[in-house]
């Protein structure tokens, strides 16, 4: 299995709170990314990283941010948990090589009450 | 933009016989890489295997085979003698060469049941 790790696995938590998830990689990957599953397990890109200091938005509007302040450090956090936002996530990273295969974490689980 | 279109959200297949995933992408590329990626209920996905668009020859991972199709835009994924563990949503994607910087893009997964 690829070095890439999530915490939480499963988060349940009530509306208004701020939560973060994190995701950390040990492979050294200048790449990270961020993926909301939908229930019928779509994956839907909400950030990604191409190295330290830099973000961008993906294809699905999110009202969490990023930081990459490290490498190997990746977290998504949510100033003010909503219901709307309770979804599966997952991190995953690449290498700026191609093929560039992205490695993906085993998910956090989020439920938000 | 890139799309990846897998047209059968579920599939099944009984343990030992063969089935095939299919996967079809719109680009105007033609230096590309796909992938097949396999996420079990656990929820960690996995690569399973990996075809260059360069490459004529269909790439083999065991009993994971793709029959790639660069004209008709077509990367079908073939599990032969299907097992229980292979029970799982099975994603197709696609990645440009001409960038290091550019994220997959994903299909929206067909889930795979292996039947007893």
């Known amino acids: 299995e690829a070095d890439i790790y999530q915490t939480p696995r499963y988060l349940v938590i009530g509306t208004g709170k701020k939560i973060t998830l994190e995701c950390s990689q040990t492979?050294?990957?200048?790449?990270m990314y961020w993926y909301q599953q939908d229930p019928g397990m779509e994956l839907h890109l909400i950030h990604y990283?191409?190295?330290?200091?830099?973000?961008e938005k993906g294809d699905l509007s999110s009202e969490s941010t990023v930081s990459r302040i490290r490498t190997e450090h990746f977290p998504l956090t949510l100033e003010s948990a909503r219901p709307s936002h309770t979804s599966q996530y997952l991190c995953?990273?690449?290498?700026?090589?191609?093929?560039?295969?992205?490695?993906f974490g085993p998910g956090t689980r989020l439920t938000v009450l | 933009a890139q799309t990846v279109t897998q047209s059968q959200p579920e599939m099944s297949v009984q343990e030992a016989e063969t089935v095939t995933l299919s996967c079809t992408y719109d680009t105007s590329e033609s230096d590309y890489y796909l992938f097949w990626y396999k996420q079990p209920p656990s929820r960690q996905m996995i690569l399973v295997i990996r075809?260059?668009?360069?490459?004529?020859q269909n790439a083999t991972e065991n009993r994971f085979s793709v029959n790639f199709q660069k004209a008709a835009k077509s990367f079908s994924l073939k599990i032969s003698d299907s097992q229980l563990g292979d029970a799982a949503m099975y994603f197709c994607?696609?990645?440009?060469?001409?960038?290091?910087?550019?994220?997959?893009?994903f299909g929206k997964g067909t889930r795979l049941s292996v039947i007893a």
């Open positions: 075809q260059e668009a360069y490459k004529q």
């Open positions: 995953a990273s690449s290498t700026g090589w191609l093929p560039g295969e992205q490695f």
């Open positions: 994607a696609y990645r440009s060469a001409r960038s290091g910087n550019t994220p997959l893009v």
């Open positions: 492979m050294g990957h200048d790449k």
């Open positions: 990283s191409y190295g330290v200091n830099s973000t």
